[in-house]
């Protein structure tokens, strides 16, 4: 198995207790990896 990327997911908690992140890749081959995760967590 050969790695292709990585896909980091940094959380924050906001003033307000809310919590926020951000999904960031080191390349556009995980690209579409990123996207499912950032969908999926927008769901809560």
């Known amino acids: 198995m050969n790695q292709i990327g990585v896909v980091?997911?940094?959380?924050?908690?906001?003033?307000?207790?809310?919590?926020r992140f951000e999904v960031h890749t080191d390349n556009e081959d995980v690209?579409?990896?990123s996207?499912?995760?950032e969908d999926t967590l927008k769901k809560y």
């Open 8 to 19: 980091t997911v940094d959380v924050f908690k906001t003033a307000d207790n809310e919590i």
């Open 35 to 37: 996207y499912v995760i």
């Open 31 to 33: 690209l579409p990896v």
